[in-house]
């Protein structure tokens, strides 16, 4: 799952929400003085890591994408993912979208001080370019991922992977209503930040 995803899976603090995007940024270890509510956070995020990977429907979704893209698939998926949450966000949250990516934002960057500088510079785009926003659209969508790709820095074909999206959007929609609710329930049920919410 893509950034929103997590926020989304996360409980609503500055500390949750750190660890659940420090889970994208932890090589070499973690910060020093990282809270136990982070640390909970991490946890999560590594929950719905292994979860998504591991679920049969986005197994096979990522069957679907050709040979020359199928590595990056992953990823795809991920940022997909987000869209589709947007765009289904009252069937899944009582609260409005752009009130949950404004309280998103003032989290994050209450916590952008003692970010690990990759984190901190991602985090800083997230926000200052609204990436969120870009996500509402089919069209931001794909365009962020074209930007993902190219930025993969050995040769590859993972900028042709949006017209395969584009192709396939029903199906991979269709995906995720099946899915999101299945890794909502096992994050619910694992409830590893219980002990950390206000």
């Known amino acids: 799952m893509n ?112 970010m690990p500088p990759v984190m901190q510079q991602r985090v800083s785009a997230i926000i200052t370019q609204d990436w969120f926003e870009h996500y509402a659209s089919l069209d931001g969508t794909l365009q962020a991922i074209s930007n993902i790709a190219r930025r993969v820095r050995f040769a590859n074909e993972f900028a042709t992977i949006t017209d395969e999206l584009a192709t396939n959007d029903r199906e991979l929609r269709e995906t995720f209503a099946a899915f999101f609710p299945e890794l909502v329930a096992e994050v619910n049920q694992q409830a590893l930040e219980h002990a950390h919410r206000d």
């Open 3 to 114: 950034y929103l995803a997590h926020l989304y899976l996360a409980q609503p603090t500055s500390d949750s929400y750190y660890g659940n995007l420090l889970g994208d940024f932890r090589q070499g270890g973690l910060p020093g003085a990282t809270t136990d509510a982070v640390l909970a956070g991490v946890q999560n995020h590594l929950l719905v890591d292994k979860f998504t990977d591991s679920h049969p429907l986005v197994r096979d979704a990522r069957r679907q994408f050709s040979r020359r893209t199928r590595k990056f698939s992953g990823v795809a998926l991920d940022v997909m993912f987000d869209h589709y949450l947007i765009t289904a966000w009252s069937q899944h949250h009582a609260m409005p979208f752009a009130e949950f990516k404004r309280l998103a934002y003032a989290r994050l960057s209450e916590k952008l001080p003692v």
